[in-house]
T-cell receptor, first 117, second 110 residues
Framework: GAGVSQSPRYKVAKRGQDVALRCDPISGHVSLFWYQQALGQGPEFLTYFQNEAQLDKSGLPSDRFFAERPEGSVSTLKIQRTQQEDSAVYLC???????????????FGPGTRLTVT | DAKTTQPNSMESNEEEPVHLPCNHSTISGTDYIHWYRQLPSQGPEYVIHGLTSNVNNRMASLAIAEDRKSSTLILHRATLRDAAVYYCILTGSNTGKLIFGQGTTLQVKP
């Protein structure tokens, strides 16, 4: 079946521009995660949704970062006034994980590579 | 979240077994041990997870020490497609987020 898809795959933004990154999770998956991966590093957690509720946003690096999942399916990560340090691959993952419940593996998309010039 | 320690890199020959170690001396009783791998230019991919007992699946085996302070991911016959960064991650039962470290970069030589 279809996996997690992300768009665009590549984005170049000038410093100060706003960007929006889209994630289409696997159909029916309750949980959705966003991660940021800098070059040569492991992914770092940004935020977590269970259905449309954002239950954990402890990893968002600043108030310029905002994520939403209004209908509990597609999610958008928005970065306002991009800075050079925002350059990274942004990964989305979905699973049937329920907080406090049984663990399920996370399925990752291919990522969006953001370059801020 | 408890921390894991892995070697930065390992090498293997094709079609030989590979044992990837992970130390997690501060693991708590409810932490699961997960392994993910990331092939070049792709998102991470789930490999296996366990709690106390050894686990096998079609991709790999996970051997967990009796005191749970270390574990080993075993690839039974490495192929060139297994060249990737392998991450050992601990997760509590009440949180879904994955805390990745640097992982182990596995090179497979033909």
């Amino acid at each position: 079946g279809a996996g997690v898809s992300q768009s665009p795959r590549y984005k170049v933004a000038k410093r100060g521009q706003d960007v929006a990154l889209r994630c289409d999770p696997i159909s029916g998956h309750v949980s959705l995660f966003w991660y940021q991966q800098a070059l040569g590093q492991g992914p770092e957690f940004l935020t977590y949704f269970q259905n449309e509720a954002q239950l954990d946003k402890s990893g968002l690096p600043s108030d310029r970062f905002f994520a939403e999942r209004p209908e509990g399916s597609v999610s958008t990560l928005k970065i306002q006034r991009t800075q050079q340090e925002d350059s990274a691959v942004y990964l989305c993952a979905s699973s049937n994980y329920l907080a406090g419940g049984r663990l399920f593996e996370q399925y990752f998309g291919p990522g969006t590579r953001l370059t801020v010039t | 979240d408890a921390k894991t320690t892995q070697p930065n890199s390992m090498e293997s020959n094709e079609e030989e077994p590979v044992h990837l170690p992970c130390n997690h001396s501060t693991i708590s009783g409810t932490d699961y041990i997960h392994w993910y791998r990331q092939l070049p230019s792709q998102g991470p991919e789930y490999v296996i997870h366990g709690l106390t007992s050894n686990v096998n699946n079609r991709m790999a085996s996970l051997a967990i020490a009796e005191d749970r302070k270390s574990s080993t991911l075993i690839l039974h016959r490495a192929t060139l497609r297994d060249a990737a960064v392998y991450y050992c991650i601990l997760t509590g039962s009440n949180t879904g987020k994955l805390i990745f470290g640097q992982g182990t970069t596995l090179q497979v030589k033909p």
